[in-house]
């Protein structure tokens, strides 16, 4: 059974539209790429997928479930805006996290804190925006959650270190789970994709394996999309 599943997900805002009659699947197992401009719906897809918003119509289901209690434990969100309060230094939030979810792997974030060289003294307030970016990063991903929903993970990272994140936080989780990475920044994702959705203005423009497009139409996801865009409406 697919793990996010979207049939005809539809949101408005008012009378403006966000998402429009999406249907999509990721399976199990793999990390798809949710790739489209600002404003193209994809916070808009992820906060559905938490139960953070209500579809105006259509279905979303979490490993055959509606969002809710029993998908949260399912489900590790990175939302695309911090939630961690200011004053909360790096031990202190460990313990938070330890508290809330019972799946956090303590060892496995103290031991990505350590290799990226984060102080255990360090407040929130008091890091940089890639810093930040890095610590919740590592926290969303300690846990031994099915699927990962990270809306715009590592924006802030400088380009040389996002590499190292993103191969960092791949060998640390659970080969078994999903991932779904929204982002603009094709180019340093899209070695580690195994799928890619480009949506615009709400719309799905195509869902297809990296794999898929490489071998029929011979360039890079990257390619693909400066094109795909270059042209749509
Ligand atoms: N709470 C809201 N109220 C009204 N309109 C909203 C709200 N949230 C999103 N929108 C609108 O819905 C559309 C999709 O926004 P969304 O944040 O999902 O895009 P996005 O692809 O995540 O963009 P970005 O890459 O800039 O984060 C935009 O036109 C946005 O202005």
Redesign the pocket.
Known sequence: MAILECRELT?Y??S????DHVSLTVEPGRIVG?L????????????LANGL?VPSSGVVTIDGHAPGPETKELVSYLP?RTYLSGWMNVVQLLDFFCDFYPDFDRDAAEHMLTALEISPKLRIRQMSKGTREKVQLILVMSRRARLYLL??PIGGVDPATRDYIIHTILSNYNENASLVI???LIADVENVLDDVIF?N??RILLQQSVDQIRQEKGCSVDELFREVFRYAE
């Open positions: 949101k805002f008012d403006s539209l966000a998402l949710l489209g401009p600002n404003g193209s719906g994809k916070s808009t897809l992820i906060k918003l695309e809306d715009e929204s982002t603009h949506i203005k709400g």
